[in-house]
């Protein structure tokens, strides 16, 4: 079974733009989630999807929003990047509310100039 | 809120000898689970154990076994037999039990393990 897929990998943006990322979860898993990861502030949790609606939401910025499709394939957005939103965005798939184990994608590394 | 702190930020052990790496948390919640996660260098988070809160018996995996002490609130993970592909960031994780909070996996700061041949 494939694992959790992310695109792009890589990603360089100028501040004030906007960005897309995609994830894929594992084939059946229905609920998403999205992380930040930077050096100083480590990994933090941005928001949690599941049947196409947002559930849980992290401590970021209106600036930060995400959606699901009804495939379970989730994106999140980032409209008018600072140079502090570089960072690893990590995804993670599970199979539902009720299983606790989160599987993760390999990232998209943003980088802000 | 709940929190989790890795007090040990780099660590390193012999191939073929054992390490514990430390995690200490602070809840109210009397029901949650705790995890260990791996990143390698540039490479994708695995997860290497779980526990559940409610119970005692402490969780292994192969070469990885957790020691939870609920009271202490205190969760470390020992590997042993260490390997080179242990060479990896390892974050220790929390999730609080329930319908209103799952999805949300809180991390600790990490511990940089080096094997070294």
């Known amino acids: 079974k494939a694992g959790v897929t992310q695109t792009p990998r890589y990603l360089i943006k100028t501040r004030g733009q906007q960005v897309t990322l995609s994830c894929s979860p594992i084939s059946g898993h229905r609920s998403v989630s999205w992380y930040q990861q930077t050096p100083g502030q480590g990994l933090q949790f941005l928001f949690e999807?599941?049947?196409?609606?947002?559930?849980n939401k992290g401590n970021f910025p209106g600036r930060f929003s995400g959606r699901q499709f009804s495939n379970s394939r989730s994106e999140m957005n980032v409209s008018t990047l600072e140079l502090g939103d570089s960072a690893l965005y990590l995804c993670a798939s599970s199979l539902d509310r009720m299983t606790y184990e989160q599987y993760f994608g390999p990232g998209t590394r943003l980088t802000v100039t | 809120a709940q929190t989790v702190t890795q007090s040990q930020p780099e660590m390193s052990v012999q191939e073929a000898e054992t390490v514990t790496l430390s995690c200490t948390y602070d809840t109210s919640e009397s029901n949650y689970y705790l995890f260990w996660y791996k990143q390698p260098p540039s490479r994708q988070m695995i997860l290497v154990i779980r526990q559940e809160a409610y119970k005692q018996q402490n969780a292994t995996e192969n070469r990885f076994s957790v020691n939870f002490q609920k009271a202490a609130k205190s969760f470390s993970l020992k590997i042993s037999d260490s390997q080179l592909g242990d060479t990896a960031m390892y974050f220790c994780?929390?999730?609080?039990?329930?319908?209103?909070?799952?999805?949300?996996?809180?991390f600790g700061q990490g511990t940089t393990l080096q094997v070294k041949p």
């Open positions: 999807y599941f049947s196409e609606t947002q559930r």
């Open positions: 994780a929390f999730m609080k039990h329930g319908s209103s909070n799952t999805g949300k996996l809180i």
